[in-house]
């Protein structure tokens, strides 16, 4: 049985940047769909019992085509959004992480800002519904990428751990934003929770 991550903000949290409608519809209707299907899709393909991470870098082992496309679309819906809002958090100004990761986001792109401008790069230009996201491969070394609808790092390589992400679907940001993703790119640093994002690095 998969379950969403229980937020541990209210649902006014993120305001001024996302307001309490965009949590209540995205988190309490569109993630608890995902979830709700993918235990559907999950149970029917006898793999409800594998941690997702593992489900979702297995996907080419589910021979019936519409069960994988099935366990795809939901499991990274999922997944990605449990990423997303456990991230998350009330707005701050001047919002970076320190230590270990850090240092680390220094030595790979040249300083925090030289990062956040080319995630941000990525995050706007995600053409259609996606996700950017930072993430670890198998040796530890951070990396950049973007994916279309529900893809994520897990599905599109082997040994990703994903750190960060930014959803780009309109609903994440048409309520607070209407059509200017750059501006809710521009803005959602601010909610970055880099305790949840270093936690995760140390993890990896
Ligand atoms: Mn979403």
Known sequence: MFEQIKLNYASNALEPVIGAETVETHYGKHHATYTTNLNAAAEKARVADKPIEELL????????????????????????????????????????????????????????????????????GQFGSGWAWLSCDGDGKLFLSQSANQENPITQGTGHKPLLTIDV????????????????????WKLIDWDVVEKRYADR
């Open 57 to 124: 870098g297995s996907l080419d082992s589910i021979s019936d085509a519409a069960s994988r496309t099935a366990l795809l679309n939901n499991g990274g819906g999922f997944y990605n959004h449990n990423i997303y809002f456990e991230q998350l958090r009330a707005p701050r100004e001047d919002n970076k992480p320190t230590g270990a990761l850090a240092d680390a986001i220094d030595a790979e792109f040249g300083g925090f800002d030289a990062f956040k401008e080319k995630m941000s790069a990525l995050a706007v």
């Open 169 to 188: 679907w309109e609903h994440a940001y048409y309520l607070d934003f209407k059509n200017l993703r750059p501006k809710y790119v521009d803005e959602i």
